[in-house]
Nanobody, 115 residues
Framework: QVQLVESGGGLVQAGGSLRLSCAASRSIFSINAMGWYRQGPGKQRELVAAFTNGGSTNYKDSVKGRFTISRDNAKNTVYLQMNSLKLEDTAVYYC?????????WGKGTLVTVSS
């Protein structure tokens, strides 16, 4: 099991940047599959960026080149650097960890992009 706590959300103007953090309650060294999802107003939760079990990264097409996922195993933290933010990036962002086919979620952090 693992508990995940997101932070770093907030209000930002379009074109701005934010860095989200996801702090895990235990070592993430052995957790390959970790990532970020988001749920916008009236929308379903969707994958934004993730590390896969194979060690690669996946990105939603619309964030490629703008968002970067990274991890610091020593700090048990996964990050999402978001640049060139757009209005459509407004959403609650959730951290996810998949351990033995079980999904663990944080409570989310709200990102609001204004014009």
């Amino acid at each position: 099991q693992v508990q995940l706590v997101e932070s770093g959300g907030g209000l930002v103007q379009a074109g701005g940047s934010l860095r989200l953090s996801c702090a895990a309650s235990r070592s993430i060294f052995s957790i390959n599959a970790m990532g970020w999802y988001r749920q916008g107003p009236g929308k379903q939760r969707e994958l934004v960026a993730a590390f896969t079990n194979g060690g690669s990264t996946n990105y939603k097409d619309s964030v490629k080149g703008r968002f970067t996922i990274s991890r610091d195993n020593a700090k048990n933290t996964v990050y999402l650097q978001m640049n060139s933010l757009k209005l459509e990036d407004t959403a609650v962002y959730y951290c996810n960890a998949r351990i033995y086919l079980m999904d663990y979620w944080g409570k989310g952090t709200l990102v609001t992009v204004s014009s």
